[in-house]
């Protein structure tokens, strides 16, 4: 059973960091991409960042570049999103999702990641 759960969300004062992991389980984690998705209230899920495990390979939509940078675990099946210099914009869901792929590919469409995680909240407030 495939399942992918994200940790790490909460709250953080602006200018602050958080780091949210995505745990995987249920398939073989070389063979896939994780990405990092958020959907902020009233708006459209939007994507952030890629990696593929097999090679590490990353992709960083421009709302992610500079801020956020994705990380893998291989050992623990996990992949990281350190987030810094949040912003209240920033508060959303964050969901982990999972493409199955080959090797170096990193795709950038959600309709491309076919398992999601439940989410975890990050919101942004003094």
């Known amino acids: 059973q495939v399942q992918l759960v994200e940790s790490g969300g909460g709250l953080v004062q602006p200018g602050g960091s958080l780091r949210l992991s995505c745990a995987a389980s249920?398939?073989?984690?070389?063979?896939?991409?994780i990405g990092w998705f958020r959907q902020a209230p009233g708006k459209e899920r939007e994507g952030l960042s890629y990696?593929?495990?097999?090679?590490?390979?990353?992709f960083y939509q421009d709302s992610a570049k500079g801020r956020f940078t994705i990380s893998k675990d291989d050992a623990k099946n996990t992949v990281y999103l350190q987030m810094s210099s949040l912003k209240p914009d920033d508060t959303a869901v964050y969901y982990c999702?999972?493409?199955?792929?080959?090797?170096?590919?990193?795709?950038?469409?959600?309709?491309?990641?076919?398992?999601w995680g439940q989410g975890t909240q990050v919101i942004i407030s003094s």
């Open positions: 999702a999972a493409a199955i792929t080959g090797w170096g590919l990193v795709p950038t469409g959600d309709y491309e990641y076919h398992y």
């Open positions: 249920g398939f073989n984690f070389k063979d896939c991409a």
């Open positions: 990696i593929n495990i097999g090679d590490g390979s990353t």
